[in-house]
Nanobody, 115 residues
Framework: QVQLVESGGGLVQAGGSLRLSCVGS????????MAWYRQAPGKQRELVAT???????SYADSVKGRFTISRGDAKNTVYLQMDSLKPEDTAVYYC?????????WGEGTLVTVAS
């Protein structure tokens, strides 16, 4: 069974940094695209950043220049380095992975940014 497990969330002051990690297991092959989404209270889930198997990245406008997505040396790991955090970044952050149209989700990790 494929699983994605996120970690690294927590409480941080505005202007601070956090690094989220996501580890995939239960799959023999490398995921194609991996991504981070987030869902703030009362809002729809939104795409934060994506990274392809070749390393191409894309970001939501709201996080460009502050967040960095990367893939780890270990197969099927992805990170999200979040700097200059703002209260509006407060949300549950979800890892997402794609393998030829089959999508997988983690359970999420909560990030709270205090003003």
């Amino acid at each position: 069974q494929v699983q994605l497990v996120e970690s690294g969330g927590g409480l941080v002051q505005a202007g601070g940094s956090l690094r989220l990690s996501c580890v995939g297991s239960g799959i023999l092959f490398r995921f194609n695209t991996m991504a981070w989404y987030r869902q703030a209270p009362g809002k729809q889930r939104e795409l934060v950043a994506t990274i392809s198997s070749g390393g191409s990245t894309s970001y939501a406008d709201s996080v460009k220049g502050r967040f960095t997505i990367s893939r780890g040396d270990a197969k099927n790991t992805v990170y999200l380095q979040m700097d200059s955090l703002k209260p509006e970044d407060t949300a549950v952050y979800y890892c997402n992975a794609d393998r030829y149209g089959q999508y997988y989700w983690g359970e999420g990790t909560l990030v709270t940014v205090a003003s």
